[in-house]
């Protein structure tokens, strides 16, 4: 979904010199997908952490820019100085123009500039959508770019488990098929040092949003 996009944004700030893998975050590449898996339990009710969940997904459509400052944190490509974040810059970032939900069709539209390297590639449209099922003591959040030119696949499954009242596992599973031209572009290594680390930022935040919203 637009999500796993949105976390390459070039304009965020205060991004770590050094990204530290927290939770047990991997990538394996087969069938020419990047197959991600990251999972945390934290000391919160499962209520908590879905309500974490929902609010991320009202921020999308309300005011996207608000998540750099909780769920999308940290993620950007420089430092707390402004200083360039060598593990990234000037190889490839997004920097978000827009994002809007479209409820006539059930989708997000956003609107990124793509930098490659030296190169940008200006104005390209996204339309994503987001699923969300509830069920006995777990729930599902899917999140999927729909047709569109720089991938052939791109989804990203949040689930939430009742551990007990007072714990709860989240687990990420994300997939990403690239288009022709950013295939070339993404080794092993280089998702690495441009995806999979923002993914586990991404759950170290939201790991953090369900603790500060259990202290409320």
Not at 5 to 23: L, Q, R, W
Not at 33 to 60: C, G, R, W
Not at 62 to 81: H, I, Q, W
Request: proline residues 1%; glycine residues 4%; aromatic residues 14%.
């Amino acid at each position: 979904m637009l999500i796993f996009f949105t976390v390459f944004d070039s304009s965020a700030k205060k991004t770590e010199a050094k990204h530290i893998i927290k939770y047990n975050t991997t990538t394996v590449y087969e069938d020419r997908t990047f197959k991600t898996t990251s999972s945390f339990t934290v000391n919160a009710p499962y209520s908590v952490a879905n309500q974490v969940m929902e609010k991320f997904i009202h921020d999308l459509d309300s005011d996207p820019y608000s998540l750099f400052d909780n769920v999308l944190k940290g993620m950007g490509d420089t430092d707390e100085n402004g200083n360039d974040n060598n593990q990234s810059t000037s190889r490839f970032s997004a920097d978000i123009k827009s994002c809007v939900y479209d409820s006539a069709h059930d989708y997000y539209i956003g609107k990124i500039d793509l930098i490659i390297g030296k190169s940008t590639i200006k104005d390209i449209t996204l339309y994503g959508r987001i699923h969300k099922s509830y069920h006995n003591n777990y729930a599902v959040f899917t999140f999927e770019l729909l047709n569109n030119p720089i991938a052939k696949k791109a989804k990203g499954i949040i689930v939430t488990k009742k551990i007990s009242e007072n714990s709860t596992k989240l687990e990420l599973n994300a997939n990403f098929q690239f288009a022709w031209f950013l295939n070339l572009f993404f080794s092993v290594k280089n998702y690495k040092d441009v995806a999979e680390w923002r993914l586990d930022k991404f759950m170290q935040n939201l790991n953090e949003e369900i603790v500060k919203k259990n202290a409320k």
